[in-house]
């Protein structure tokens, strides 16, 4: 290189170059954040401030009911009745948490992000790096139809909600089978592993959410009932009773599918296997999503749901709004919509989605009461009434972070 | 004065390489280094190597490691085969007539798609299960060998060598015209050579050297690929980068450091990959 251009280099860099990277740094800084007191402000002036705002949500998208849902029913409700426009983008659980980690470490002071739909695990995670607003949910208006003293919607993964996020829908797990194929399903767990092994093939789950929440229930099972690991993680509990566990799955892991060689990534994959015909069983975290799925022409009309002997976890999901988020007037209002009766009801139509609501029926106006308590019964699940005696609350998240990391050692890598 | 000036903007394209290549790579190897010893990082708590320790003790990494290597080198050692076979035996159909642009169609297609197709055809309830189950072959599509998700990676590998033969052939043809190989091959006949001795001490040497850059970029291509091991592979093991991005956005957010380290390791080892190979090919005057 010769000595002399490099002065010359960097003057010409300096006269030109520098303006244009100033410019281009202006630029990245985005849009800034509300700027008035959220908490002491009235709902009016946080309605007015919404007013305008684009509010980007992100969540899961992999259900065309949700989707149509949120983007065909809420976007057009909240712009018309608000003026506030909903953007949705495609994101979940661990990819948003890795999204707002590099956020915050990039010391990045305003979010690209307003809300977001979350559940336990996220909500542990996104508490654990303090990237969640909050609290905010006494501020909504309609929370008051919210109970929050119910373990199953105050009490998130055994961690109160505090205010950090907002109850949306509440779900319990089912395990969902052909009733064309299989006349008796097991309802305990003996009986389910004399079925595996009776029909080679023809059972699996996926390594993922619903199928470390069907793990965990046969956990609780193993562990003595729901009380035995209720309250903050105690490895000298778990790791008895998960030895049992391990030893249960790996006694019948050689008649899985696929000789339990390989399990699905998702339960959208557990899904597929299930009407393809290759397995005879699937489940899902919500017990509204047989009549979903059956109405989408996914799931035969022969496909029954239940829950096991041993029970099943109930859990809400949620949403969150951004510590660093630039809209959050939009964001609260967008979240009040989410908890009206009427978005609710709608929400509890197994022809819209089928999620169960958050809202305590009997705190609603006599009018609104009624139209619950009417509201279309699902046609291939039990009614939720039938499977609440048997619900689960959710252990503390380092168990599920636990099963899945020792699911990875104890039952997948071992040969 | 026309020395001075080219000298300089040598001088800014150099900066400018700096900046635009070197710059960001080296920052980022720092930050992953940082990252993976605890100096950086929202959970960090100081310098630690308790994360290395720990990827380590298990494994995982190292099957990771030797999966995609195996991956890479099957693909490689296929699709240059396979795409040689086909220019060398089907010099004229590839030449004219319907073979000629049909070959060339898996180029259009995304990984993901090949991923997605080779899946259609071969998981247990696939096309090839339902064929086979209609013509009598097997009585069950559980009989369908397992070519998806499989100990082999039989899928992954399958969907490489789709995408990658039609380009093989591509520059293989280009080559045999550039480099003159028939009349080479002509040439060595004359002198007494068997058609046999023409293909194997002429032909393919000559377009496997003229090559040999391109072939250790698909090697590097393959081993780090995302989508088609992601969709295709098992849990266990992954290839590097499925590990990778399932270490960076796991549950467990203590374990983020470990996905720095093993993208640490797949950069070095992949930058003295290419370094080795621009070096040897410099000397061979292959690049």
Redesign the interface.
């Known amino acids: ?2 000595a ?3 002065p ?2 960097v003057k010409r ?1 300096s006269r030109r170059s520098w303006v244009a990277l100033l410019v281009l740094l202006a630029g990245c800084a985005g849009p800034k954040a509300d700027e008035f007191d959220l908490a002491a402000a009235p709902w009016a002036d946080i309605e007015a401030a919404a007013r305008g705002q684009t509010v980007n949500l992100v969540m899961w998208t992999g259900d065309p009911y949700i989707n149509a849902y949120v983007r065909g029913y809420v976007a057009p409700e909240v712009r018309d009745r608000y003026g506030v426009t909903l953007n949705v983008s495609s994101g979940q659980g ?2 948003l ?2 999204m707002l ?1 590099t956020e ?2 990039a010391g990045k002071p305003v979010s690209e992000f307003d809300m977001m739909w979350i559940n336990g ?1 996220t909500f542990y ?1 996104l508490r ?2 303090d990237a969640l607003f909050g609290p905010f949910t006494d501020h909504l208006p309609n929370a008051r139809y919210i109970d929050f003293e119910n373990p199953f919607i105050g009490i998130d993964f055994q961690q109160r909600v505090d205010g950090y996020e907002m109850p949306w829908g509440n779900v319990q797990f089912i395990l969902i089978y052909d009733g064309a194929r299989v006349s008796e399903p097991p309802r305990d767990r003996e009986a389910l592993a004399a079925w595996v092994k009776a029909h080679p ?1 023809r059972f699996t789950f996926d ?1 993922s959410f619903a199928g470390m929440t069907f793990l965990k229930t046969l956990l609780i099972d193993f562990a003595g009932g729901p009380e035995a690991l209720a309250g903050p993680f105690d490895a000298a509990r778990y790791e008895p009773v998960a030895a049992k566990l391990w030893a249960y799955v790996n006694a019948i892991k050689p008649y899985f ?2 000789s339990g ?3 699905p ?1 998702g339960v959208a994959q557990l899904h597929r ?1 299930f009407t ?3 397995i005879d069983f699937t489940m899902s975290n919500n017990d509204g999503e047989v009549d979903n799925k059956v109405l989408q022409g996914l799931f035969p009309e022969t496909t029954r749901a239940y829950v096991p002997d041993f029970g099943s976890i109930q859990n809400s999901h949620y949403m969150g709004i951004v510590k660093t988020a630039p809209h959050k007037a939009g964001a609260l209002v967008v979240c009040n919509f989410l908890i009206s009766p009427e978005a609710q009801l709608r929400k509890l139509d197994p022809q819209v989605w089928g999620d169960g609501t958050v809202l305590d029926v009997d705190r609603l106006p006599p009018e609104w009461q009624e139209r619950f308590r009417h509201a279309p019964p699902r046609r291939f699940a039990p009614r939720r009434a039938d499977i609440e005696g048997r619900a689960l609350q959710e252990l503390a998240p380092e168990y ?2 636990r099963l ?2 020792d699911f ?2 104890e039952v ?2 071992k040969r | 004065m026309i020395r001075s000036r080219h000298n300089s903007s040598g001088a800014f394209g150099m900066a400018l390489f700096a900046l635009i290549a070197l710059l960001p790579i080296g920052f980022s190897l720092g930050y992953a280094a940082a990252y993976s010893v605890g100096l950086a990082g929202l959970l960090s708590e100081g310098f630690t190597l308790e994360h290395w320790a720990r990827l380590f003790s298990d494994g995982e990494v190292g099957r990771a490691f030797g999966l995609s290597l195996y991956v890479a080198a099957v693909t490689v050692a296929l699709s240059v085969s396979l795409a040689l076979a086909l220019l060398l035996f089907l010099r004229r159909p590839l030449k004219e007539g319907p073979l000629s642009y049909v070959i060339y169609f898996p180029l259009a297609i995304p990984a993901t798609v090949a991923a997605f197709l080779v899946f259609q055809l071969f998981s247990g309830a696939g096309y090839a299960a339902r064929w086979l189950l209609h013509f009598g072959v097997i009585d069950d599509v559980a009989q369908m060998p397992n070519l998806v998700n499989d100990p082999y990676a039989f899928g992954i590998i399958l969907a490489h060598v789709s995408l990658a033969t039609p380009f093989f052939i591509l520059l293989f043809a280009q080559l045999y015209e550039t480099e003159k190989v028939e009349a080479l091959a002509e040439t060595a006949r004359t002198l007494g050579a068997s058609r046999r001795a023409c293909l194997y001490r002429v032909a393919v040497p000559i377009l496997l050297t003229r090559s040999f850059t391109n072939v250790i970029l698909l090697f590097i291509f393959v081993f780090g690929s995302y989508e088609i091991p992601l969709l295709l592979g098992r849990q266990s093991p992954q290839m590097v980068s499925v590990l990778t991005m399932r270490k960076y956005a796991m549950f467990d957010l203590t374990q983020k450091p470990e996905a720095f380290i093993v993208a640490w390791l797949y950069t070095a080892l992949v930058l003295a990959l290419i370094g080795w190979a621009f070096r040897s090919g410099r000397a061979g005057g292959r690049v």
């Open positions: 290189m010769n002399a251009a490099t010359d280099l860099l661990n990819q948490v890795s980690m915050q470490e695990e995670q654990q790096i093939g390594t599918w696929k060689e390989t399990f990534s296997l393809s015909g290759e599920m972070i899945y990391e990875r050692t997948i890598e």
